[in-house]
């Protein structure tokens, strides 16, 4: 469902000041198609926590993620930007 507007419509929710007031943590990433999961973890956690890569296993980082998202409303926005050969 290429070209519908979707991410447009997500990104104005994302930006608008009541959802920015309502959340106390929000993160968006753009995953292809071929993602990595440790990368993926990595630029939430970024994202959440404002820390840099620390190179860490997938499962110490979604722990970690897990620990800082804790007792908090949070949104995430995983965007699909896969690339489609015409």
Sequence with gaps: MRGQGKTTIARKVYNC?????HFDVRA???????YNRRKLLQE????V?????KGDK???LADELRKSLM?????IVLDDMWDFMA
């Design 44 to 47: 939430i956690l970024s994202q």
């Design 71 to 75: 007792c908090k409303r949070y949104l």
């Design 58 to 60: 997938d499962d110490i």
């Design 28 to 34: 968006w990433c753009i995953v292809c198609q071929t």
């Design 17 to 21: 000041d009541n959802t920015f007031s």
């Design 49 to 53: 926590t404002s820390s840099k890569d």
